[in-house]
């Protein structure tokens, strides 16, 4: 009876009109994405596909060393280092998520959403320092970060795209809140939290304006273009006071440098040149060129090999030591197209400059690594643009008729079947979700699953495989 009633219940839905709703998925945004990018630079591998391999080695480890349900409280956490007693930040859970999306890790993108939401604070965002133990640490614990609930906000936008309800609304009520509580009213600067910074400091670092063009259209709300502009005007700004292309940790909205802020180019501000090259890959933004290009100049005088861990806004090197933060981002900023053969010496320079999982300290740096890879592999495309790239054609044959066969072939020419044809007669339908049905709800760790039916191959047969299945409905190959 139970299996009926799964039958029943698939069938319901089938005809209902959620399948037209569910055709807007961005059918085969699954990993890897072999994007090109419309603006600037696209892949930046030797090979695409030793490149892909390669990163789903990178994310296994990765996930094995950052990703833990040690005082989750039964969901999962990003959990910092040793030198930071395991804790957990929210710019960490925002990076967990945007890469877990990224690789179709749909178990472990629910479990640090899940981990968010239990870490809301009032004003619907989730509070920026948690200790082991799941408390808010310090007074301002439960304070919001604007990077962090960012990254969030996209992720769950790419995950929307791929899943489907509800991350459409989760995503929408949580950009909402952003720009309720992290845009400065009447002024449109980004805020660095949600109870604190606006004109008088910000953090440029945190300025994601590709990101603030896909929560405009996703969202209906225009407001973001102009969050997005503001963002350049501050940077511009900044840029009056450096002659090296670097711009500072934090600032004031004028540029100047705010009250007992580092006014360096160190360890917030080396996210600038991933964040603001994004805008350019998928929009092709002037002023994002622009500002990339400045720093990739700048590094490249330097030399690749000799990049360090902190500058001054003037562009005198504070610290060589020689870290994937600072690697990652720059290379990621080489992808506005500044000089393409500094782009692939940044990648292979990128691919090798990995913080050691053993350190204590290694969880910024890697986090940082594996969505510049991300970025200059072509596998973070934009979410609402995404198309499946399709195999260049070959040499089309040139056809001649000649007199038509007596004979009549009763076999269909290939033996290949496609993933939504479960039963393998070359036509989906009804009967394809009445099979697939017998093993509903199972999962890769059961005895018993079976992977031909794991149609999206999330490691689960669930309604997201029926839902691929609606997508090709009546189809006949």
């Not at 799964?6 to 072999?34: D, E, H, Q, R």
Request: charged residues 15%.
């Amino acid at each position: 009876m139970k299996r009926l009633g799964i039958i029943l219940l698939i069938c319901a839905l089938l005809t209902s009109s959620i399948v037209p709703l569910n055709i807007s998925f961005a059918a085969g945004m699954t990993f890897p994405y072999n994007a090109t990018y419309p603006y600037g630079l696209s892949s930046q591998a030797p090979s695409q596909s030793e490149a892909n391999s390669m990163l789903q080695s990178e994310y296994n480890e990765w996930k094995a060393a950052r990703v833990t349900p040690n005082g989750a409280g039964g969901n999962l956490r990003v959990q910092r280092g040793s030198s930071d007693g395991n804790d957990t930040v929210s710019e960490g859970i925002g990076y967990g998520m945007v890469i877990s999306v990224c690789f179709d890790d749909k178990t472990t993108f629910d479990g640090l959403w899940k981990y968010a939401k239990a870490h809301f604070n009032s004003n619907g965002l989730m509070g920026w320092h948690i200790d082991t133990s799941g408390n808010f640490m310090g007074t301002g614990g439960n304070g919001a970060a604007t990077d962090g609930d960012e990254d969030m906000a996209i992720s769950l936008i790419y995950a929307s795209k791929k899943w489907g309800s509800p991350y459409d609304q989760d995503a929408k009520t949580i950009i909402n809140n952003m720009y309720n509580k992290e845009v400065e009213a009447g002024t449109y600067v980004l805020k660095p939290g949600d109870s604190w910074g606006g004109s008088s400091v910000t953090n440029p670092s945190y300025f994601a304006t590709g990101y603030y063009r896909v929560y405009a259209e996703f969202t209906g709300n225009q407001g973001w273009l102009n969050v997005a502009s503001k963002c350049y005007e501050i940077l511009n700004n900044c840029k009056k006071n450096s002659s090296s292309g670097l711009v500072p940790d934090w600032c004031t909205s004028s540029g100047s440098q705010a009250s007992g802020q580092s006014y360096d180019y160190k360890y917030d501000a080396c996210r600038t040149p991933w964040r603001i090259a994004v805008d350019y890959s998928w929009y092709g933004t002037s002023n994002a060129k622009t500002v990339c290009d400045d720093m990739s100049k700048f590094f490249k005088n330097g030399g690749v090999s000799s990049i360090g861990d902190g500058y001054s806004i003037s562009g005198n090197k504070t610290s060589s030591n020689h870290s994937s933060a600072f690697v990652a981002c720059a290379a990621s900023g080489a992808m506005t197209g500044y000089d393409a053969t500094y782009a692939k010496d940044m990648y292979a320079e990128c691919v090798k400059t990995k913080d050691a999982y053993s350190t204590g300290w290694s969880y910024y740096g890697n986090c940082l690594r594996m969505m510049a890879l991300l970025h200059m592999t072509g596998n973070f495309p934009n979410p609402l643009k995404y198309t499946p790239s399709s195999p260049s054609p070959t040499n089309t044959p040139t056809y001649t008729p000649t007199n038509r066969p007596t004979n009549t072939p009763t076999n269909k020419p290939s033996n290949t079947t496609i993933a939504e044809d479960v039963n393998g007669d070359r036509s989906i339908n009804m009967a394809d979700v009445i099979l697939l049905a017998t093993s509903f709800n199972l999962t890769s760790s059961s005895s018993n699953f079976n992977s031909k039916f794991d149609i999206n191959k999330d490691g689960a047969i669930n309604m997201n495989d029926v839902i691929m299945i609606a997508l090709k409905f009546n189809y006949v190959y």
